[in-house]
């Protein structure tokens, strides 16, 4: 049995003599709230992926109300943990990509245009000199329109698409800024695809009747690009609207084509 310490041991032997205790861990600093600025900052990369398809419409919707329900930082780093800058030192830079290269002006352009493929094919690429209005017609046939080169100022262009058991593609990349382009869109049991960059403005007011009206455009990069409007009616057809940059697929073709 041990015997209790003695009252004459000094202080510093009572010391050696405690139990030792752990060492004080250092308190955990409390979070930092996220400003407006950091809010708003981790909205635009949403906005930009949407723009860029790496995310979809409802996925931004659901990361954009996330990152301005955030409280603290914590809460808005996952939100761009996999959405990593893309490296654009390969794009133009700003006013010298294709929507701005081209200058505005009138030019020497025919009142109206058509394109018609009835159990057929009818292409469109190339340099080429739409009118002021461009009318497409497909039935039990396939249209593919570029306007990617075409020769456009600014009185825009106006497009009256018709598919009736047929399909037609609007590719409008590369339209200069400042051009107002009109579609006004009929798919009988058929369908018409619209193709736009990541800088066009795209509104769209169709009606859709056993069939759909879709615009999974999202939203531009700038506010001041080309601008499409779409219009009309799809009776057990579709009319869709997307964004892609034109760097994801080749040029246009130097030669204008129609068969």
Do not use: C
Request: aromatic share 4%.
């Amino acid at each position: 049995m041990s015997e209790p310490a003695s009252d004459d041991q000094t202080p510093d032997e009572q010391g050696a003599n405690a139990p030792s205790r752990p060492p004080a861990v250092p308190a955990e600093p409390p979070p930092i709230r996220a400003s407006d600025a950091e809010r708003e900052q981790v909205a635009e990369v949403v906005r930009t992926a949407v723009a860029d398809g790496r995310l979809t419409m409802v996925e931004g919707d659901e990361r954009q109300r996330d990152a301005y329900a955030a409280i603290f930082r914590r809460d808005l780093a996952p939100i761009t943990a996999d959405l990593q800058p893309i490296d654009r030192s390969a794009d133009p830079a700003p006013g010298t990509d294709a929507s701005m290269r081209r200058p505005l002006g009138r030019l020497d352009r025919p009142s109206s245009t058509t394109s018609v493929a009835v159990l057929s094919g009818a292409q469109k690429r190339g340099e080429w000199t739409p009118g002021l209005t461009h009318r497409v017609f497909a039935f039990w046939g396939g249209a593919e329109l570029s306007f990617r080169d075409a020769r456009l100022d600014d009185a825009g262009l106006a497009i009256g698409a018709i598919a009736i058991m047929g399909g037609i593609t609007l590719d409008l990349r590369g339209v200069p800024a400042g051009v107002e382009v009109t579609i006004q869109a009929v798919a009988i049991m058929g369908g018409i695809d619209v193709t736009v960059d990541p800088d066009t403005t795209v509104i769209e007011d169709g009606f859709g009747f056993m069939g759909g009206f879709e615009d999974g455009s999202g939203v531009p990069r700038r506010p001041d690009g080309p601008r499409v409007r779409v219009t009309g009616l799809a009776l057990m057809g579709g009319v869709s609207v997307t964004r892609k940059p034109p760097s994801l697929d080749g040029g246009g073709d130097p030669s204008a084509l129609e068969r």
